[in-house]
Nanobody
């Protein structure tokens, strides 16, 4: 089995910073893209940032210049550094990874989500 465990969410004032972490564990053969999505109340889940194994990134325009995805391939961990946070960044943030589990195939895995709340 494969699990993604997130940490680092919380309450922060506008203009502040948070760093999210997501560690993949279990019977993992290989990990391709890792990244972050978010879902605000009443809205659809949207991409925030993704990063490939080669560390190429794709970042949503709404957070570009403020959020940065990074990863540690040796630790199967992806991070999201969030700076200059705005109230509209308030959402549940979900970790995602494309993982080839041992004895399996490429599949999508999701974390349980971590709440980020930005107060004005």
């Amino acid at each position: 089995q494969v699990h993604l465990v997130e940490s680092g969410g919380g309450l922060v004032q506008a203009g502040g910073s948070l760093r999210l972490s997501c560690a993949a564990s279990g019977s993992i053969y290989s990990i391709n893209v890792m990244g972050w999505y978010r879902q605000a109340p009443g809205k659809q889940r949207e991409l925030v940032a993704t990063i490939t194994k080669g560390r190429s990134t794709n970042t949503a325009d709404s957070v570009k210049g403020r959020f940065t995805a990074s990863r540690d391939n040796a630790e199967n961990t992806v991070y999201l550094q969030m700076n200059s946070l705005k109230p509209e960044d308030t959402a549940i943030y979900y970790c995602h990874a494309e993982i080839w589990a041992i004895g399996g195939v490429w599949d999508d895995y999701w974390g349980q989500g971590t709440q980020v709340t930005v107060s004005s």
